[in-house]
C-alpha cells in the first residue's frame, strides 16, 4: 500500500472521486489536490489531564496505571481513554482506546478497588482492515 504524506495546507472539501478513479478527492484550499481510497484524520487528541495537577499522582500524557489500573497513590484508580496502562511486554505505558477496551476497565477498576487482583488485557485487534471493495473496517467500530 502506497502512502504519501503532504504537510500543510487546510483541507477545503473531501469529495467522491470521479469512476474508475480513487475512491475520494482531497481539495486543499491553494488549489492543490490529492487522491486516494482512504482519508484518515488524526488530530492528536490528548486526554483532559488538567484536574489532577496537583494530586501527586505521576502522568505523561495520562494518568499512569499498573496493570490492574491503580494510580501511583494508593486509593486512586484510572480507566478509560485517560488513562495510560503499564505494558510489561512493551516495557513502557500505553493507551488503549475504543469502547471495548473502556469498558472493560471500567469493570476491572471498579472491582480492584473492592478487593479483587484481576488484570486489564487489551479486548481484541485495534488494526484496521481494508476489504476488497475498498472499504475500512475496524473491529471497534459499532457498526462493522
Ligand atoms: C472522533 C472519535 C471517534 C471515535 N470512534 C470510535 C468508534 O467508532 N468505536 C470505538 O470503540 N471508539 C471510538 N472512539 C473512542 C471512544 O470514543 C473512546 O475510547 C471512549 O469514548 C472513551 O471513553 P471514556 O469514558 O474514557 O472517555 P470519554 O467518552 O471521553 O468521557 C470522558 C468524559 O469526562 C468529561 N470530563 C472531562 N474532564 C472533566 C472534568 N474535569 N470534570 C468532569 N468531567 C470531565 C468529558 O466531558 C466526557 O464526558 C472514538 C473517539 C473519537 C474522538
Redesign the pocket.
Known amino acids: 500500500m502506497g502512502i504519501e504524506i503532504f504537510a500543510g495546507g487546510d483541507v477545503d472539501a473531501i469529495e467522491k472521486g470521479a469512476s474508475g478513479l480513487p475512491a475520494r478527492r482531497i481539495v486543499f484550499s491553494d488549489g492543490q489536490e490529492l487522491r486516494g481510497d482512504v482519508v484518515m484524520p488524526f ?1 492528536g ?1 490528548a ?2 489531564v ?2 489532577m495537577s496537583g494530586s501527586g499522582v505521576d502522568m505523561e500524557r495520562g494518568i499512569l496505571v499498573d496493570g490492574r489500573l491503580k494510580s501511583s497513590i494508593d486509593g486512586i484508580w484510572a ?4 488513562c495510560q496502562i503499564w505494558s510489561s511486554a512493551l516495557n513502557g505505558y500505553r493507551f488503549y ?6 469498558r472493560r ?2 469493570e476491572i477498576a471498579a472491582r480492584n478497588m473492592t478487593g479483587e487482583t484481576v488484570d486489564f488485557e487489551e479486548q481484541g485487534d485495534e488494526s484496521l482492515q481494508i476489504d476488497d471493495d475498498g472499504l475500512l473496517h ?1 473491529p ?3 457498526h462493522d
Do not use: I, K, Q, T
Request: negative net charge; glycine residues 14%; charged residues 20%.
Open positions: 488530530y487528541l486526554p483532559n488538567d484536574f480507566a478509560g481513554d485517560v482506546y475504543g469502547y471495548r477496551n473502556v476497565m471500567g475496524s471497534l467500530w459499532e
